[in-house]
Nanobody
Framework: QVQLVESGGGLVQPGGSLRLSCAVSESILSINVMGWYRQAPGKQRELVAT???????NYNDSVKGRFTISRNNARNTVYLQMNSLKPEDTAVYYC???????????????WGQGTQVTVSS
């Protein structure tokens, strides 16, 4: 139902910046929670940041002060601005949407295909 397409990943040097984008197939105002997750090789997927339909944000402690999640409602796009990148930020970053499905009467989750972020000198 909800389609998500991430973009903006790439190779950056430590201390550098990168902005990821997540294009959503419908109004993000209809999505309860949008979020970014990441998964490094050999590790579990972890939450990076979330933003609710009301605009409230939440961050993983490891990225607080460095990453910022934001949105452009007119463009149906969610962003993740990443500054002061560290090698440990290297991972595949996934966009996630949590939306109440009136048919199934439950919150359903949707995932994008992911975009690779590599922080290395």
């Amino acid at each position: 139902q909800v389609q998500l397409v991430e973009s903006g990943g790439g190779l950056v040097q430590p201390g550098g910046s990168l902005r990821l984008s997540c294009a959503v197939s419908e109004s993000i105002l209809s999505i309860n929670v949008m979020g970014w997750y990441r998964q490094a090789p050999g590790k579990q997927r972890e939450l990076v940041a979330t933003i609710t339909s009301g605009g409230s944000t939440n961050y993983n402690d490891s990225v607080k002060g460095r990453f910022t999640i934001s949105r452009n409602n007119a463009r149906n796009t969610v962003y993740l601005q990443m500054n002061s990148l560290k090698p440990e930020d290297t991972a595949v970053y996934y966009c996630n949407a949590q939306k109440y499905d009136i048919r199934w009467r439950e919150i359903r989750g949707y995932w994008g295909q992911g975009t690779q972020v590599t922080v290395s000198s």
